[in-house]
T-cell receptor, first 114, second 112 residues
Framework: AQSVTQLGSHVSVSEGALVLLRCNYSSSVPPYLFWYVQYPNQGLQLLLKYTSAATLVKGINGFEAEFKKSETSFHLTKPSAHMSDAAEYFCAVSGETSYDKVIFGPGTSLSVIP | SQTIHQWPATLVQPVGSPLSLECTVEGTSNPNLYWYRQAAGRGLQLLFYSVGIGQISSEVPQNLSASRPQDRQFILSSKKLLLSDSGFYLC???????????FGNGTRLTVT
């Protein structure tokens, strides 16, 4: 069965510093991978998705992620953190079942220090 | 454009009372529909999904049920709430297999 792990439940970075949020997955088939962001008391918004077209995926708000099959990873990065990036980030995987079962990681809370 | 509506935004209910949360989608036909629960400080747990009217699949046995009486309407229910049912409930839809999920703004349920 597919699964997702996110290393680090809380990550703090200084404003302007590099953001790196880690995601590793397991899947018996080529995966579809997603990053979502959740602001307090809101639903999740799609940041970016990997669907096998390109290994480096660019998303909204300056975020990007790189699919590395050999490492079964899909880490999320942003060169320079903004205060508005403070939120919960979820990595997710799908593709193993005949229906749209999306498996979410436990999430990483990102704090940005001014 | 497609939109998803979920209500109410917050709800406080006593233990043993019934529950009904509603979710509707506009601007698309035959969406896949989902109910997720997010407990405090934890990830998302898939509760139910539906690929069509009257077709409901449950991911975990629990005190909740779901129904899809219309193509773009998804309802989460309980006959008797438990304290453990407290959490943040999210409805979502997707258009086709392995496409991204689109989430509503969620319902914060507190069972007292």
């Amino acid at each position: 069965a597919q699964s997702v792990t996110q290393l680090g439940s809380h990550v703090s970075v200084s404003e302007g510093a590099l953001v790196l949020l880690r995601c590793n997955y397991s899947s018996s088939v080529p995966p579809y991978l997603f990053w979502y962001v959740q602001y307090p008391n809101q639903g999740l918004q799609l940041l970016l998705k990997y669907t096998s077209a390109a290994t480096l995926v660019k998303g909204i708000n300056g975020f990007e992620a790189e699919f590395k099959k050999s490492e079964t990873s899909f880490h999320l990065t942003k060169p320079s953190a903004h205060m508005s990036d403070a939120a919960e980030y979820f990595c997710a995987v799908s593709g193993e079942t005949s229906y749209d079962k999306v498996i979410f990681g436990p999430g990483t809370s990102l704090s940005v220090i001014p | 454009s497609q939109t998803i509506h979920q209500w109410p935004a917050t709800l406080v209910q006593p233990v043993g009372s019934p529950l009904s949360l509603e979710c509707t989608v506009e601007g698309t036909s035959n969406p896949n529909l989902y109910w997720y629960r997010q407990a405090a400080g934890r990830g998302l747990q898939l509760l139910f999904y539906s690929v069509g009217i009257g077709q409901i699949s449950s991911e975990v046995p629990q005190n909740l049920s779901a129904s899809r009486p219309q193509d773009r309407q998804f309802i989460l229910s309980s006959k008797k709430l438990l304290l453990s049912d407290s959490g943040f409930y999210l409805c979502a839809w997707s258009g086709f297999r392995n496409s991204p999920l689109h989430f509503g703004n969620g319902t914060r349920l507190t069972v007292t």
